[in-house]
């Protein structure tokens, strides 16, 4: 039973201002939950129609369901109140019962037996049935209402409760049990570590992310592929590979460089390396910041499924995570020494075996008579379009002899054709090196890692897991006791419905 505040609207005497929107949200807070009996004070000397109270009960009961009018002072304005009760234009659905207020210093006894004489007496009181006057009549309406929408609502207070008690039951199992020995927690620790082991094979390796369908960042293989897509469309589109622009004039440049004393119709190799090295050098960022950027990403992986399998066991995360940062350390730099060094056999090595070189050379070659007789005979035209690089200048190559001419262009043709197998092989080798690195980071690297960082440190680390964390531990009492409290709830559920069919 809650006695509810009166409605006010006018503040007074330090009232908040806001103190009739407080009062009505704090009577709708109560009257709104279907199991509630909303008990309506109202006085018999007010229009019924006008109340505040009426129109409140009825936003959350339209039908008067569980609305009963509770009608004080009747001794007070008795003249038309039986119309009022009968009449009903409020629509309170279980009805009205009238009474009579304690007056100063009367006893109960008293007070109920002035109220029983007043309903038997009074010439226009005494009209109104007797099923809607009195205390004890309220009393018994209240009783059997109760028992009413109690046993309406037990069956879905017991399917509650059950929902509650499973999901409880449910929780307390997913929780990691409670280890008594350090061969439980080295056993627990060996499999925390083959499940998180075979969580990154399948992410990392086997491109399956069932365990994280939500989270696309844990779809590794396809992240990788992006990201290979990615470095692969900067090396090709960087500036290097602007094979039009400014045409044979570094190769000019550096065939004037290069000269020696020597027949001039030999193409010195000196000049090829040259312009090699150059191109090399100005791309080189570009493979070893994309080693930093996957090395970074495998690493966010690679915490964030250790620190899944080992959220239970708080010491072992904290090691897990060590291991975890220092083994991608460990490869990040490996991966970055592999990288240099690709990058410096790129600028000492002119060598390939694809016959792609030889077959993209002579086509281009074919090209070289037309090329050199448009920029010594025909003066006028200001462009020579080459199949495989597109329309390149000539105007500014005219004033060249033709062996020289002759000469830039057979450079310029080898390094074109030579160049696309340089950019294939940092992409290719960068993908196979990855793999590489990837299976043995999850098949044998990892796993020797966390056990050397958590065994090998000689300080307890395991002992340490025998302990259960605060939080995991005040988790657990806490589902203990709600899943006692649910059980005895069940149990005090079950007698009453137990009763109520006994009575029925």
């Not at 074109?416 to 999850?442: E, S």
Request: negative net charge.
């Amino acid at each position: 039973m809650v006695d509810l505040p009166g409605i006010t609207r006018v503040p007074v005497h330090g009232q908040p201002e806001n103190i009739y929107e407080q009062i009505a949200d704090i009577i709708m807070e109560y009257i709104r939950p279907e199991e509630s009996i909303i008990l309506n004070v109202l006085s018999a000397t007010v229009d019924f129609t006008t109340c505040e109270s009426i129109r409140m009960s009825q936003k959350v009961d339209k039908n008067g369901e569980r609305t009963l009018a509770v009608v004080t002072k009747a001794d007070r304005a008795p003249e038309g109140l039986l119309e009022k009760v009968t009449a009903d234009d409020v629509n309170i659905g279980l009805g009205y019962v009238c009474v009579r207020n304690r007056i100063g210093d009367e006893s109960y006894k008293e007070a109920r037996k002035e109220e029983a004489d007043l309903f038997e007496t009074h010439p226009l009181l005494s009209k109104i049935d007797k099923s809607m006057v009195g205390i004890p009549v309220l009393a018994q309406k209240l009783v059997q209402i109760q028992a009413t929408i109690i046993a309406r609502c037990l069956p879905e207070i017991v399917r509650k409760i059950n929902e509650k008690l499973n999901a409880s039951i449910s929780e307390l199992n997913r929780m990691p049990k409670t280890l008594s020995s350090v061969g439980e927690a080295l056993t627990t620790f060996m499999g925390i570590v083959g499940s998180a082991k075979e969580s990154l094979n399948k992410i990392i390796v086997r491109g399956e992310y069932d365990e994280y369908l939500e989270d696309k960042n844990m779809h590794c293989t396809a992240r990788l592929v992006e990201m290979l897509n990615q470095y692969s469309g900067e090396l090709h589109n960087c500036s290097e590979n602007d094979l039009a622009g400014n045409f044979l004039m570094d190769e000019i440049q550096v065939l004037g460089e290069a000269k020696g004393i020597e027949l001039p119709n030999f193409l010195p190799r000196t000049t090829f390396l040259s312009i090699l090295q150059k191109k090399v050098e100005k791309v080189s960022h570009i493979p070893v910041a994309f080693v930093e950027k996957v090395w970074t990403y495998i690493e966010g992986v690679v915490i964030s499924v250790l620190i899944h399998h080992s959220e239970n066991y708080h010491q072992l995360q904290l090691s897990t995570r060590r291991a975890g940062h220092s083994l991608i350390a460990r490869m990040k730099e490996h991966s970055r020494i592999w990288v240099t060094e690709i990058v410096q056999m790129e600028k000492l090595t002119d060598y390939t075996c694809n016959p792609e070189y030889m077959n993209d050379w002579n086509k281009l070659m074919s090209q070289q008579h037309d090329f050199t007789r448009d920029v010594l005979e025909d003066g006028d035209v200001a462009t020579f379009k080459i199949e495989g690089l597109g329309e390149v200048p000539i105007a500014g190559l005219r004033g060249y002899e033709e062996h020289v001419l002759l000469q830039a262009f057979d450079l310029k043709m080898r390094m074109t054709a030579y160049w696309k197998i340089v950019l294939r092989r940092l992409v290719d080798f960068m993908a196979l090196h990855l793999q590489f690195c990837l299976r043995n980071l999850v098949n044998k690297e990892m796993e020797e890692e966390i056990v050397q960082e958590l065994v090998g440190r000689h300080d307890g680390a395991i002992e340490r897991m025998l302990e259960e964390s605060p939080a995991v531990a005040a988790k657990r009492e806490k589902l203990n006791v709600s899943i006692k409290l649910l059980r005895e709830s069940n149990n005090v559920l079950a007698n009453i419905m137990d009763k109520i069919a006994s009575n029925v």
